[in-house]
């Protein structure tokens, strides 16, 4: 463990920061556009159109960290859901998967903590309230069953994409434009999270839980799903790496690119001998 620690300690930051980013910008325009004495809030009286906003917004937000230089040397998971189903998959270490997940849950965290620093009392007034996700009027059972649509959907088209070499390197402009288009449709259903820390962060300051189970569950149920059919359908081999942007020259700690795996078994052959002697 602590091995992996001291080679991977920049990783786990940069999903940590990833997240964190992503909160900051998610509070911020959902005071922009939703907050009453909010001048575009009063310019746009129609919600649907406020969503859109925000999901082109939140999609560019999602886009600009995949392809940002931390994005490209982590993966970009930023979502425990993503980085357990990849765990699944076989492309993830235990211990980095471990290791990603508390960073992002912190991030999360810290994102809406820098949040709410810059906002103050906006941050938690009732139509802001830290970007927290809730279920809709159809109710949890509903939104249960979005959420695990919608991470069924975004882990398919990630899959399906980041494995087709011709049209990999556009996995994060197709994940962004998913991620706006449940913003502007689906979120009055379950709040659209499809990510477990992003929810927590949220509701840790809001000081609301409601509907919480929904988000700790369905998005990772919908993505292993997700992950299940496409291995059945292509096979066990099929799924390449668990970065959703490759095609750059950062570390991969995942797949051992570059030179990660030839370290990893020098290091051995050097215990091994170290063994003998």
């Known amino acids: 463990m602590m091995t992996i620690l001291k080679k991977h300690w920049p990783e786990y930051l940069m999903e940590g920061a990833g997240l964190g980013f992503f909160m900051i910008s998610a509070c911020l325009f959902v005071a922009l556009l ?3 004495s909010s001048p575009v809030h009063t310019a746009l009286p129609d919600p649907m159109t406020r969503r859109a906003l925000m999901g082109i917004a939140m999609g560019l937000t999602a886009i600009s960290i995949i392809y940002s230089p931390w994005g ?19 492309k993830v270490r235990a211990w980095d998967a471990a290791f990603y997940i508390i960073a992002q849950f912190a991030g999360a965290a ?27 009027m159809e109710g949890v059972i509903i939104a249960f069953i979005a959420e695990v649509v919608i991470s069924f959907v975004l882990m398919t088209v990630v899959l399906n994409v980041s494995n087709t070499p011709r049209i990999a390197r556009y996995t994060g402009i197709f994940a962004g434009l998913l991620v706006a288009a ?7 259903v379950s709040g659209m999270s499809m990510n477990p820390a992003r929810s927590f962060g949220s509701s840790l300051f809001a000081n609301n839980h409601a509907g ?3 988000y700790f569950t369905a998005p990772l149920f919908g993505m292993l799903l997700a992950a299940e059919v496409y291995v059945r359908v292509k096979g066990a081999n099929a799924v390449s ?19 990660e795996i030839k370290s990893e078994n020098m290091n051995l052959a050097t215990e091994k001998v170290k063994s003998l002697v």
Request: proline fraction near 8%.
């Open 241 to 259: 790496c668990a970065k959703l942007h490759h095609q750059n020259d950062k570390r991969c700690i995942h797949c051992g690119y570059p030179g």
């Open 110 to 136: 810290a994102g809406v903590f820098i949040a709410h620093l810059l906002l103050g009392m906006i941050a938690s007034h009732p139509h802001v309230n830290y970007a927290a996700t809730f279920p809709g």
């Open 212 to 214: 919480l189970w929904i």
């Open 182 to 188: 449940y913003i502007t449709f689906e979120a009055p």
């Open 34 to 36: 939703e907050h009453p």
């Open 72 to 90: 490209k040397q982590s993966g970009a998971h930023i979502n425990p859901s993503v980085t357990l189903t990849f765990f699944r998959l076989g």
